[in-house]
């Protein structure tokens, strides 16, 4: 029996095809023009929506799913949120949801009531997770300026399947990396004729398979932040940046726009490269930059209840969500 209570949603218009959005991309690095594409998914949703859409117990598995043991007190994120909203402000390209909700009010409701669980059940879990996708367009629009473009979040696996980001490597004189992941020696030995430079971070707290130290090292929010950031102040970011840093991430990109130079926030497509395998699509994707990419046996370790979110392409389209 269909359930006339349930949370409809609906089509999110005026997205660039990816095609299109690569052609701008190729342009930006052409002319050398001062440049940033970022990627929203559900973890930005949750970073932008809080409060208002996000109860304190599931913004905080989501903090400790970025940060680890670091993330102790939600006031500590107060100022992630306004970096977050500046960076969606400043780029050329954002990527967002395919879909969006009507109803943002009996969206809010139940996101805040799911979220205050801190036990989900599987159903639980697709359900905020789908309210939490469909929120972009409702939190980034009002950030973003007329003559910025939207396109899909999954932008960064289609640049990697097309090749473009193998040709960006290729025909670079320098790469600057801003990632979690050791993968400078690899692009390397595949790309000999650019400069590889590399600027690491800490992982994603939640896909760690080593966090034994991780109380002693320096936080990634807002430690490593704030030197990477003084960094980019400096300029020292000549050429072309991949960035994959979650939340951090996007606001790097944009920041690197403001200094001048050009950056793309691939995100995940680094773990691809390196071999790591944390997130779904890395079994079917069509790795474009290296001839292989995930491995059967590189599985990730054991992830909370907050914040192991199913993959987008579980949320069909017109899917709804049932409370």
């Known amino acids: 029996m269909p359930n006339d209570d349930a949370l409809k949603f609906e089509r999110t218009a005026g997205l660039v095809a990816p095609s299109s959005v690569e052609q701008i991309v190729r342009s930006a690095i052409e002319r050398k023009d001062a440049f940033s594409l970022i990627r929203c998914g559900d973890g930005e949703s949750v970073v932008l929506g809080y409060p208002e859409f996000v109860h304190d117990t599931r ?16 006031e500590v994120f107060r100022s992630l949120r306004e970096w977050l909203e500046w960076a969606v402000s400043c780029a050329d390209v954002v990527g967002t949801f395919r879909e969006q909700i009507g109803d943002i ?5 139940a996101a805040l009531g799911l979220g205050a669980l801190r ?17 972009l367009d409702h939190l980034t629009r009002p950030l973003i300026l007329e003559q910025c473009l939207r396109t899909t979040s999954n932008i960064h696996i289609k640049m990697e399947e097309s090749g473009l980001l193998k040709s960006i490597a290729a025909e670079a004189d320098r790469l600057n990396v801003i990632t979690g992941n050791d993968i400078k020696e690899k692009l390397e030995a595949a790309f000999p004729t650019t400069r590889i430079v590399q600027y690491r971070v800490p992982t994603e707290y939640k896909f760690e398979p080593v966090r034994d130290s991780w109380n002693d090292a320096e936080p990634h929010f807002p430690d490593v932040f704030n030197r990477i950031m003084d960094l980019i102040e400096q300029g020292d970011f000549e050429g072309v ?24 926030d691939i995100g995940s497509i680094m773990d691809v490269w390196a071999g790591r395998d944390t997130r779904s699509f890395m079994r079917t994707i069509r790795p474009g930059t290296f001839a292989s990419g995930v491995q059967a046996d590189a599985r990730p370790p054991a992830r909370s209840s907050h914040g192991d979110l199913p993959d987008p392409s ?5 899917q709804r969500a049932r409370y």
């Open 241 to 264: 940046t991949f960035v994959g840093a979650g939340p951090c991430g996007k606001i790097y990109a944009s920041a690197i726009k403001k200094a001048g130079g050009i950056a793309l």
């Open 314 to 318: 579980r949320l069909g389209r017109g």
């Open 105 to 109: 009010e009996r969206a809010r409701q």
């Open 119 to 135: 036990v989900l059940t599987d159903d639980q879990k697709v359900e905020i997770n789908g309210i939490e996708w469909r929120l």
């Open 59 to 74: 913004f905080m598995g989501w903090m400790r799913n970025f940060f680890g043991p670091h993330a102790d007190r939600p």
